[in-house]
């Protein structure tokens, strides 16, 4: 038998062939690509480039990193919950399954894939921050910048794992997905400048979820005016015990079969021999 | 040398059976048919032995291997032909055939592969415009990409027509001709009595019969039917006992030495210079034997 593939080759095999899947889908790519840049722009159109004294920077400098965020939450946790729900729905999980390919080279596969495509979806963003509205990058905190993207990637795609475990369908990721990052978005800072006067709940809520430990970092890391150190470590643990916890219960709870297939024909298969035994 | 073996084996779905003690072999180079109607357990019982179900009791040996552990090793030397094509659309035939094929040690060359099911055509097209005959085509690709030495095919061919049947059935027999063991799952009388070398009738969670499709549940040594029309004719002098007259005048008698019998009537008939009209001599199909083991006739 001739040697087995190594570990190295399947992983980048596993990685090209889910980049492949996901810039081949339309819709996926423009809601991780295009809409958050869109977004930016339309917002940028309307409120201007305005200095924000809350914020102690122009509107742009906080707004473009902050949709940034959204690109890669966009890209690992909405784009591994959904393409994963969606093969499981079309079987090809379950022809995963039956192949000598590792379990966690699949899944270390997509994690991989969704650190490109948020990697690809940041970069966009930045650069046309950077090019037509005047956002600074600075050299001293960007190595804290990258390594919380990194931290938020990791946490988010363990998530998206999490919920593509949990739901039933390709539909209902989608569902679970929106249901949750759209609110947690406008509550943690990704669309609206958090205001002083807003309710003390809210900000009671955006802190236990791990959207705004990923917005503050990565923000403040773009934010001349802030003083403090850039690499905060009390937001990225928070985010790593986030992404540690899914990471374990998304292995735990993983379904490499559909429902319709897999639940409901087995009890129909039971159903029928009931019906023998008892007839 | 048995490539598969089954003793026994019990699945147990929440304390209904689905499969309820079930044993048989393949040896290598064979192609077995597990035949039998939707619930039968037949998918359970491939199912566990491709190592997607665990199973309640009874031993399980596939290559030497528990499939219920799902061993790297066992996975690299079985192929499984899924019963829906389930491989992500966007991609084109030759991808979807690089990508499987990468994961196995003895993985077939592609283009090698794509010819052999027929693909030329078709190597760079995304499978979402392909028809569904070449997709299932694209799906035996699949299930030998790795050169596995056992492929499971779970109804290769349901919800075909009939050209693209004929297309399935000379692939998998050019599979044969290969040497790979094959065991396949249908619920088709004609695929089993086409592909198969033995065959094992499942019904209610048992194997009901089994053997080759010519001697299947007595098949063999099943009576033969002799049938005729007499148009008006008397049966005076009939060298036959126990004959049934429909009310067409239908004439039908079964015989077990078939060859006697027709000499025997024959002879009677040009002594008298009568026509038998529609004369037919035929032994029960392997779907009459199918149905009565199966109770489909008075279910149906």
């Not at chain 2, 299930?143 to 492929?151: E, K, R, S, Y």
């Not at chain 2, 695929?191 to 080759?212: H, K, N, P, W």
């Amino acid at each position: 038998m001739a040697d087995r593939p190594s570990t190295l080759t399947l992983l980048a095999s596993q990685a090209r062939y889910q980049n492949r899947i996901f810039f081949r889908s339309p819709a996926a790519a423009f809601f991780t690509l295009i809409f958050p840049l869109f977004i930016f722009i339309v917002f940028s159109l309307i409120f201007g480039n305005e200095y924000i004294d809350e914020l102690g920077v122009n509107l742009s400098q906080y707004f473009g990193p902050a949709m940034a965020v959204f690109a890669a939450v966009s890209a690992s946790y909405t784009n591994i919950a959904v393409t994963t729900a969606y093969q499981r729905d079309e079987g090809i999980l379950k022809r995963v399954r039956g192949t000598p390919l590792p379990a966690g080279i699949y899944l270390w596969g997509k994690i991989i894939s969704a650190l490109f495509i948020a990697v690809i979806s940041v970069s966009a963003m930045m650069a046309v921050g950077v090019a037509f509205y005047g956002i600074q990058i600075y050299a001293a905190t960007l190595p804290a910048a990258i390594f919380t993207f990194l931290v938020g990637v990791a946490c988010f795609a363990s998530l998206g794992l999490l919920v593509a475990g949990l739901v039933n369908s390709g539909e209902a990721a989608t569902a679970v997905t929106n249901a949750t990052l759209l609110p947690l978005a406008f509550i943690s800072g990704v669309f609206l400048v958090p205001s002083d006067d807003a309710p003390e709940w809210i900000d009671t809520v955006a802190n236990v979820f791990p959207l705004k430990h990923f917005v503050v970092p990565f923000t403040d890391a773009f934010n001349p005016t802030y003083t403090g150190s850039p690499w905060q470590w009390n937001h990225l643990a928070y985010m790593a015990l986030w992404g540690g916890v899914a990471l374990v219960l998304g292995i735990r709870f993983f379904k490499w079969e559909p429902k319709a297939s897999g639940g409901r024909k087995s009890r129909k298969d039971s159903k029928e021999s009931k019906d023998r035994a008892t007839a | 040398m048995s490539v598969v073996s089954v003793e026994n084996l019990v699945k147990d779905y929440g304390g209904v059976e689905a499969v309820r003690g079930v044993s048989f072999h393949v040896d290598a180079g064979e192609v077995f048919a597990v035949l039998g109607p939707n619930g039968a357990g037949k998918s359970t019982t491939v199912e566990i032995l491709e190592g997607y179900r665990t199973k309640t009791s009874g031993e399980v040996s596939v290559l030497g291997y528990d499939p219920t552990e799902r061993s790297r090793t066992y996975r690299e030397r079985i192929g499984i032909v899924l019963q829906e094509t389930a491989v992500e659309d966007s991609l084109t035939v030759s991808e979807a055939i690089d990508t499987y094929g990468v994961m196995f040690p003895n993985r077939r060359d592609t283009s090698e592969l794509i010819a052999i099911v027929g693909l030329d055509e078709k190597r760079n097209a995304r499978i979402k415009s392909l028809s569904g005959g070449q997709r299932r085509r694209l799906e035996l690709a699949l299930g030998i990409v790795g050169d596995p030495d056992l492929v499971f095919m779970d109804e290769p061919t349901t919800g075909f027509d009939p050209s693209a049947r004929r297309q399935a059935w000379s692939i998998i027999e050019n599979l044969t001709s290969l040497g790979k063991t094959i065991l396949l799952t249908t619920h088709y009388m004609d695929e089993a009595q086409f592909l198969a070398d033995r065959v094992a009738v499942m019904s209610g969670g048992l194997i009901v019969a089994e053997g080759t499709p010519e001697s299947l549940g007595g098949r063999e040594s099943a009576a033969t039917v002799i049938a005729f029309n007499l148009d008006d004719q008397s049966l005076e002098g009939f060298p036959m006992a126990d004959v049934d007259v429909a009310e067409n005048g239908r004439i039908t008698l079964r015989s077990s030495t078939p060859t006697r019998t027709v000499h025997d009537i024959t002879g009677w008939a040009v002594g008298r210079n009568i026509e038998l009209a529609d004369l037919s001599i035929s032994r029960p199909s392997l779907e009459d034997i199918y149905l009565e083991l199966t109770g489909e006739v008075e279910n149906g």
